[in-house]
């Protein structure tokens, strides 16, 4: 099935050059289909870059997506026109009274900062907190995952000597999960990051249940609330070149920055292996923990509300 996108969002042209299925709003609602509805929290700076990684994975999947993107209220992008976040966003006061079969919230480049003084943590908060009773499943990438855990579990972050940069390789600790089908016992993520949480603040959380880490990257992934919440600290959305354009930026601007490991072939080129992998996450996630496990669809929840 097709991914139902507001018309005109750049991602849909980026995608069909790509021969990627995915359809406006308006020519889905032509079909008899209730799609399922995630919304994404996108915190990047680059949102279209953000919103068209974003798309090409969750396209892969059979179910048909509809999807709405959330802002921050009173935070003005500085790397993407006012028309576009006008057009394609939504602020949390206009949809806290809505219901969602899934939930992305993705990284901000804020991770150095302490949680507290972040801007918009208190406005973060209330939207973790809606979350448990308005959305089945969140998925929360990178910073994003920190803050989760931080406010939910009280595991904190620690920053890095140097930036965890490149792609690096990862093993599973239960198999048998859902969101694992299809994995292989090895496989590969991007990672860009200067703070890491820790196994052993994992561990000692009872409600949290760590599935996935690294020899070199440490900790991947987390589970809690039976998928109800997932926290992951790699990037599996990112498209082959953008290690290379965080790289490059970082060059230009004097920036402390090491060559991304595990990442360019000897041709000099990214040597993509990750991406077999972001597409089966992402499918899984969809299909074991947003589709199947959504208790009531949004016209069932409405109907009860109206009782």
């Known amino acids: 099935m097709p991914l139902n996108l507001q018309k005109n969002l750049p991602a849909i042209e980026i995608l069909k050059k790509e021969h990627i299925f995915v ?15 995630v919304v994404v929290l996108n915190l990047m700076p680059l ?23 959330m802002k921050i209220k009173g935070h003005q992008s500085k790397n993407t026109p006012i028309e576009h976040m006008q057009a394609f966003y939504k602020d949390f006061d206009s949809i806290c009274n809505d219901y969602y079969d899934g939930m992305i919230v993705t990284g901000a480049p804020v991770e150095q900062m302490e949680f507290e003084d972040v801007t918009y943590w208190d406005e973060l908060k209330g939207i973790f907190e809606w979350s448990r009773t308005h959305v089945t499943s969140t998925l929360y990438i990178c910073w994003a995952a920190q803050a989760g855990l931080y406010h939910f579990y009280g595991v904190p972050k620690y920053d890095l000597d140097a930036k965890k940069f490149g792609i690096f390789k990862h093993t599973v600790n239960d198999p048998y999960l859902p969101i694992f089908r299809g994995f292989d016992d090895e496989f590969y993520v991007p990672h860009s990051r ?6 052993e603040d994992i561990l000692k959380a009872p409600e949290l249940k760590l599935l996935s880490e690294s020899e070199t990257a440490g900790v991947y992934m987390v589970m809690a609330r039976g998928g109800r919440e997932f926290f992951i600290t790699g990037h599996s959305e990112y498209a082959p070149n953008t290690l290379h354009d965080e790289y490059t930026r970082d060059l230009q601007k004097g920036l402390p920055i090491c060559v ?5 072939a000897d ?24 589709y199947q496990e959504t208790p009531f669809r949004i016209e069932d929840i409405k109907y009860l509300g109206d009782l």
Request: no cysteine.
């Open 194 to 199: 200067h703070t890491e949480i820790r196994r």
């Open 260 to 264: 991304p490991e595990n990442y360019y």
């Open 267 to 290: 041709s000099g080129r990214p040597l993509v292996r990750w991406r077999g992998h972001a597409n089966l996450l992402y499918t899984n996630w969809l299909n074991y923990y947003v």
């Open 47 to 69: 949102k279209i870059t953000t919103e068209t990684d974003l798309v090409r994975l969750l396209s892969n999947s059979p179910l048909q997506v509809e999807l709405d993107f």
């Open 23 to 37: 359809m406006d709003s308006l020519r889905a609602s032509e079909q008899d289909i209730r799609p399922l509805h």
